[in-house]
């Protein structure tokens, strides 16, 4: 059944998408697009390739166009007070999805929908903690980071740190931001190779772009992804599932981008009246070859 206003006028929800840099990116945008055709509501879809100043301009408009409802999917973590003060005082709600931003005042958003970080960062680090049990030596990581300044990046490097801190003989020797992207992920991989040579024995990737685009630099440095280098990375993806089997890549924590449905469900809850919980969390676990197997087959992204 369609979600219609008091007045019964369908709902234009705005909805300002941080941009298009992953698979998991594109999926969490189809979703979006998917679940509101069903609920029958008006999406007003805005990509902001990865520019917060972008997604600024969007929010204006949308507060503009007077729509009903705000989703905002946000770039970074800082710095979104002034806007939602805007929204506020124009009396439009906002619901945050995918990443959580800093805000003092929680009256500035009605819920988010998203994911812990945090715990996806130490399920990383304790596959890694496992797969080197008998490890002797010294353990050199190289870590692909996301976008600097956002929440998954901040909280997937602090729960990794947090668990391999435990093994003293384990040191992050490389980390940089690679944007989330392949490209990105590919020519950080390079540049590390060259400086460090054989002294990488793993690599903790933010998202599996980044992982994928770093697998092809190993090879063209004649390593072999998966056993001269383990990998770990973060999302779930089709194609990092498909190198999981292969053994390419050694484990994918799951970061569900399917967040279309629970955003429709909190602005069908937001219409009848309901009071939504402050946070709405994705519940995840981690792909190893053995799980990927089953599941690659059936994935939408
Ligand atoms: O892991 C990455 C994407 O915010 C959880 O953003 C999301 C992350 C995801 O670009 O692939």
Redesign the pocket.
């Known amino acids: 059944m369609a979600i219609l206003t008091p007045e019964g006028r369908i709902i234009t929800l705005g909805f300002s998408q941080?941009?298009s840099?992953?698979?998991?990116?594109r999926a969490?945008t189809r979703s979006i697009q998917q679940a509101a055709d069903e609920a029958g509501i008006r999406l007003d879809l805005n990509n902001a390739e990865q520019s917060q100043e972008k997604q600024f301009e969007a929010i204006r408009s949308f507060i503009q166009k007077k729509v009903d409802v705000i989703a905002i999917?946000p770039v970074v973590k800082q710095g979104w007070e002034p806007i939602l003060l805007e929204v506020k005082q124009a009396g439009i709600p906002v619901i945050i999805i995918?990443?959580l931003m800093d805000v003092e005042d929680p009256g500035l958003y009605l819920t988010f929908i998203?994911?812990d970080?945090y715990q996806e960062g130490q399920r990383a680090g304790k596959y890694v903690l496992d797969k080197l049990a008998g490890h002797k030596g010294p353990v050199g990581i190289a870590e692909l980071k996301?976008?600097e300044g956002?929440?998954?990046s901040i909280d997937r490097g602090r729960g990794f740190r947090e668990v391999i801190g435990k093994r003293p003989d384990m040191e992050i020797v490389e980390s940089a931001f690679g944007d989330?992207t392949f490209d990105q992920g590919k020519k950080i991989m390079r540049e590390i190779l060259q400086r460090q040579g054989n002294q990488i024995q793993v690599l903790f990737a933010?998202?599996?772009?980044m992982a994928l685009g770093a697998l092809e630099a190993m090879e063209e440095y004649g390593l072999r992804p998966g056993k001269d280098i383990i990998i770990v990375s973060?999302?779930g993806?089709k194609r990092a599932l498909e190198e999981l089997v292969r053994g390419r890549i050694n484990s994918v924590v799951e970061?569900n981008?399917m967040l279309g449905p629970g955003l429709m469900q909190a602005i069908r809850e937001l219409y009848d009246g309901r009071t939504l919980p402050k946070r709405l969390l994705t519940p995840e676990g981690i792909f190893t070859e053995v799980t990927a197997e089953g599941e690659v087959h059936q994935r939408l992204y």
Not at 21 to 25: A, G, L, N
Not at 206 to 209: G, K
Request: with cysteine; proline share 7%.
């Open positions: 941080l941009g840099e992953s698979d998991w990116r969490n999917a995918d990443r998203g994911s970080f996301g976008t956002s929440a998954p989330f933010h998202n599996d772009d973060v999302d993806t970061c981008p």
